[in-house]
């Protein structure tokens, strides 16, 4: 299973992006996906989760100002991210579960988000 994540860049702050990840392979409709960040001398962190009933789960710097999607129909999830900040900055990693009820899960290689004036 590949998750293959498109849209990073960079971005003025105040500015939007959207990231997509597409899903090869397996069929994530009965799992989570999602999107983790990491920044340069940090964790991993939370940043949205959205399970198999649409339930979606954010980290609390990113709640209002993101938004979670997924088309299971095309194996995609998508991250709208608006207001974005300095503090933005990171790597942002796909996440998906094929069942949430088995401990399985797949990431993506990571798409650099920048932002900058």
């Known amino acids: 299973v590949q998750l293959v994540e498109t849209g990073g860049g960079l971005v003025q702050p105040g500015g939007s992006l959207r990231l997509s990840c597409l899903a090869s392979?397996?069929?994530?409709?009965?799992?989570?996906m999602g999107w983790y960040r990491q920044a340069p001398g940090s964790e991993r962190e939370l940043v949205a989760t959205m399970d198999s009933r649409g339930s979606t789960n954010y980290g609390r710097s990113v709640k209002y100002r993101f938004t979670i999607s997924r088309d299971n129909a095309k194996n995609t999830v998508y991250l709208q991210m608006n207001s974005l900040s300095f503090e933005d900055t990171a790597v942002y990693y796909c996440?998906?579960?094929?069942?949430?009820?088995?401990?399985?899960?797949?990431w993506g290689q990571g798409t650099q988000v920048t932002v900058s004036s």
């Open positions: 996440w998906a579960k094929p069942s949430d009820f088995l401990p399985i899960t797949y």
């Open positions: 392979e397996d069929d994530f409709t009965a799992g989570s």
